[in-house]
């Protein structure tokens, strides 16, 4: 037939021309290597999106208007998780000049601008929190002046027992929040006194001042919303529960998918932070996605470059082994890497760049690629078995074997190529680079690899001698079961068909996950600081942006935002604006007017006559104590939820109290916690003072630095919304993104980002299978010319393809999206071994159903065996994507396999007898 007659020639040729071939080969890789030179390589994730998405276009105008999507976040931590203050600001203070100074950081974040919360920090109150406040300083206002003009413990208890009620009735009116922290400082308070007094007396003070001076900020001077006071005596410091912790928040340029794979901005962070925290005997971890990826990233490709010269060593080792000859690497080698050159030449040519995906067709080019070697060099170590004339195997070889690879790459190229029906602008370069990658190593592997062959001879100096051996040796297990199958053909399919059908009922256990956590590098450190810093701080590396024209839309943004289940904290130019300033201003004004009254009538000293405050008597302490347990017990009825925990701190001042009376502490050391309340009183009114001169105030008012987080490149503002579960899966996306489009279209975000991935790679995918399907089979009507043919070339890739998918679901069942990279594979190689069993049976005369799948068989068992060793080195990743890719992969091809040896030769000895399509085709070139 014209196709025979066509490679007869092509082989002739070869083996007559090898010079010709060489100068042509040479000719095709300079002009690649010149198309490749300067070639744009695109290395951003952001290159694998589609380009007509809208949220991918709302995304990119978000970055840049605002900067980097997603912030790096650097979590200081004392060994042993004791407090240590000094030396964690210390660090701090000297870690985040460096990192700012690092290219792509915008800056570094660590502490609260306490100046401007100073002045203004009472007017984010709503006008009924700040009358609430106004109205406890006038109320206590006696018992106050008393503890600043004498400090003392007990002073301190009859202050915070005459306000009680009205803070345990804003529990029961509704404000929970106000109710529970006023509690929480009262809690505090008693221990602080039973650590102090009882427990540890002569411990150094500098713990319990810090705590008693939370304590007097939290009950003087909280504001709702804002928690200035706490924030003001903290010095603004993002400190962790117990000062053992603190978190830099450093607010990036760069943005993950829009910087390149493998950009070091978080190895700069890391260098220097390691350095300067190891310097102050901190422990430091970082979290985000900037840390995640690089980590991510370092583990994989040590373990798969490890992985994979070991699959390599051991494919070249079974080369060498089964071809007796120590060219098998250069004959295989050679051919793979000019695949590789002239490929990216005609990326150069047909898509202009490389990106990612076009950079890692190379694995896939391994595990296909060189299936078309093993092919051609079984059926050729056969032929030279047969006869020591190369010229002649090379013709043989090229018009039998040879339309099989042809007929298998194409197919294989077309699977991929088929890719391009997906909307995933990824899926388009690695399908169009693969498949052009497929035909390029066809060619090299039918043309160049002969003219190899032919010149290892000359080499040799004995041009026409075989310069490998047998390729084939005995696989007597294989023709057994051939055997066994053909006698016994009808058994064989009931067997086949239950098996099937029983690995088919497993694939209903698939299922596909898409929690970015559980798809990468297991026992990631950044993955352990993020659960940190979420369980420590309430922050998430992960937000929404969504754009603002002005302030007043930048406020709606933020109110309709805290209203949504997914979202829990929302940040805002507004935060800091606070609207209806006109009726706070006036209270704030008040209260600072009443805070420095309190402080003069302090100064002055006890009033003629008053009582004494019980200073350094714990009599009195103990006497406070009681009392406030008794007015903690009978506000229980009004406490409304907060009475259980109302009940247990009465319960606890009261055995306080006992404690006292039976073991009475020194007086100094009552002393000295006196002092130490009467400073804390006197700073918290202090910072109450400065608001007797409270003015209104608007964003251009703001401090530069603290616009800076919110203001855009063009004008335009910003407001953040984190969410409450940040993980990268579909179900918390889904619900995050649906409340942040409720309330503006414009949002953006790096986890809407994964759901387009998402749905381009699920919502495509069966259009995507579908035009593969058909063009694989148009393609091989054209080569089998026969439906009947077409259908059993594809019995091999059904059968093997449920059993080695149910297979998978029964080992792993909870896949990731990773492992619908595995279809095109699976695909490609499956169908290559019905086209390979199909061309043989046909060369045979369509009679001789085990010779020919004995023959065929060996080949297609080493190229399963090499693909799953290829593919199976990721099952020892330690990363659950690619292990779940490797896995599919890997039983996809050998269930193949085992169909072909089985499935497929039943078949075809049930139809011998009657008229095979295809038996009239000319017969082998044995004959020739």
């Not at 050679?334 to 047909?350: Q, S, Y």
């Not at 085990?850 to 990363?879: D, E, K």
Request: hydrophobic share 50%.
């Amino acid at each position: 037939m014209r196709r025979e007659r066509i490679l007869d020639g092509l082989g002739g040729f070869i083996y007559q021309h090898p010079r010709v071939i060489a100068l042509a080969t040479v000719v095709a890789t300079l002009a690649a290597l010149l198309a490749i030179r300067g070639m744009p390589f695109d290395a951003t994730f952001f290159s694998l999106f589609p380009k007509s998405n809208p949220d991918v276009d709302r995304f990119h105008e978000a970055v840049e208007e605002f900067g980097g999507s997603s912030h790096l976040l650097v979590l200081l931590e004392t060994p042993g998780g004791g407090p240590d203050r000094d030396r964690l600001l210390a660090c701090a203070e000297a870690l985040a000049p460096s990192i700012a100074d690092i290219d792509d950081v915008e800056r570094v974040e660590f502490r609260i601008d306490t100046e401007f919360l100073e002045t203004h920090g009472l007017i984010f109150l709503d006008p009924a929190d700040l009358g609430r406040l106004d109205a406890a300083l006038t109320v206590q206002s006696d018992a106050i002046a008393a503890v600043l003009a004498e400090p003392s413990v007990a002073g301190a208890l009859v202050s915070i027992n005459e306000g009680l009620p009205q803070t345990i009735g804003s529990a029961g009116g509704g404000d929970l929040r106000d109710a529970q922290l006023g509690l929480e400082a009262l809690d505090a308070l008693v221990v602080t006194i039973e650590d102090r007094l009882l427990d540890a007396p002569d411990a150094p003070i500098d713990a319990a001042r810090a705590r008693i001076e939370r304590i007097v900020a939290r009950w003087v001077g909280r504001t709702a919303g804002v928690d200035v006071a706490t924030l003001i005596e903290r010095g603004g410091y993002l400190l962790g529960p117990g000062d053992a912790s603190l978190l830099l928040i450093v607010r990036l340029d760069a943005d993950p998918l829009h910087s390149a794979f493998g950009f070091d901005l978080y190895d700069q962070v890391k260098e220097v932070a390691d350095a300067t925290a190891g310097q102050a005997g901190l422990s430091v971890g970082y979290a985000g996605h900037f840390a995640m990826g690089a980590e991510d990233q370092r583990r994989t490709l040590s373990k798969v470059q490890l992985l994979s010269f070991i699959s390599l060593l051991l494919v070249i080792v079974t080369f060498v082994f089964l071809l007796r000859s120590r060219w098998a690497p250069l004959l295989v080698g050679l051919p793979l890497l000019l695949g590789v050159t002239w490929t990216f030449g005609l990326v150069r040519v047909v898509l202009g760049e490389m990106t990612l995906m076009s950079a890692v067709f190379g694995i896939a080019l391994f595990g296909l690629g060189v299936d078309f070697a093993i092919h051609l060099l079984f059926r050729l170590g056969e032929e030279l078995d047969r006869r020591p004339d190369l010229g002649e195997a090379i013709r043989v070889t090229l018009r039998t074997t040879g339309k099989g690879v042809i007929t298998g790459g194409l197919t294989t190229a077309l699977a991929f190529f088929g890719l391009n029906a997906s909307e995933f602008r990824g899926a388009h370069h690695l399908g169009t680079t693969t498949g052009m990658g497929m035909i390029c190593c066809v060619v090299a592997f039918v043309v160049v690899m002969p003219a190899m062959l032919v010149g290892i001879a000359w080499i040799r100096g004995s041009a026409g001698a075989p310069p490998i051996g047998r390729a084939t040796p005995s696989a007597g297990s294989i023709d057994a079961i051939v055997g066994w199958v053909c006698r016994h053909p009808v058994v064989t399919l009931v067997v086949a068909l239950l098996v099937t059908g029983g690995f088919a009922t497993q694939l209903t256990r698939f299922e596909l996950i898409y929690d970015l956590e559980k798809i990468i590098q297991q026992d990631l450190p950044s993955v352990a600081t993020k659960h940190r810093v979420e369980e420590q701080f309430g922050l998430t590396s992960e937000f929404a942006m969504l754009a603002a024209s002005d302030l007043e839309e930048a406020d709606r943004f933020a109110k309709e935002l805290r209203t949504k289940a997914s979202i829990s904290k929302v940040e805002g130019p507004s935060d800091l604006v606070p609207t209806d300033q006109g009726s706070r201003v006036p209270l704030a004004r008040s209260i600072g007017a009443t805070a420095g009254a309190l402080l003069d009538r302090g100064a002055r000293g006890p009033a003629p006559g008053a009582a004494p405050s019980g200073a350094g008597d714990p009599a009195a302490v103990a006497d406070g104590l009681d009392r406030l347990a008794r007015s903690a017990a009978s506000a229980i009825p009004i406490a409304g939820p907060l009475a259980p925990d109302l009940l247990a701190f009465a319960t606890r001042a009261a055995s306080v109290a006992g404690r006292l009376r039976e073991t009475p502490p020194a007086s100094t050391h009552v002393a000295a916690l006196d002092a130490e309340v009467g400073v804390a009183f006197g700073d918290a009114l202090e910072r109450l003072r400065p608001f007797a001169e409270a003015t209104e105030f608007g964003f251009d008012d703001l401090p530069d630095h603290v616009k800076a987080r919110y203001l855009g490149r063009t004008g335009r503002l910003v407001v953040l919304a984190y969410p409450h579960d940040a993980r990268f899966s579909r179900e918390a996306i889904d619900a995050f993104k649906a409340d942040v489009m409720s309330v503006s279209e414009d949002g953006a975000a790096l986890a809407f980002m994964v759901n387009v991935l998402l749905q381009a790679a699920l919502e495509t995918m069966p259009r995507t299978i579908a035009v593969v399907v058909v063009l694989v089979c148009l393609l091989l009507l054209v080569d089998l010319r026969s439906v009947r043919l077409t259908i059993l070339a594809m019995v091999p890739l059904g059968f093997g393809a449920v059993v080695g998918f149910g297979a998978t679901c029964v080992l792993s069942p909870v896949m990731s999206v990773l492992a619908l990279g595995a279809f095109p594979l699976v695909f490609g190689i499956g169908i290559d071994d019905g086209v390979h069993l199909i061309h043989r049976f046909r060369e045979d005369g369509g009679r001789d159903v085990p010779g020919a799948v004995a023959a065929t068989g060996r080949a297609i068992l080493f190229t399963s065996v090499t693909t799953a060793m290829s593919f199976g080195c990721l099952l020892f990743t330690n990363h659950p994507g690619l292990a779940g890719l490797g896995l599919t992969v890997s039983l996809g091809v050998l269930g193949c396999f085992v169909a072909s040896i089985t499935v497929l030769p039943a078949i075809l000895q049930l139809g011998v007898g009657s008229s095979p399509g295809a038996a009239s085709e000319e017969p082998s070139g044995r004959a020739a």
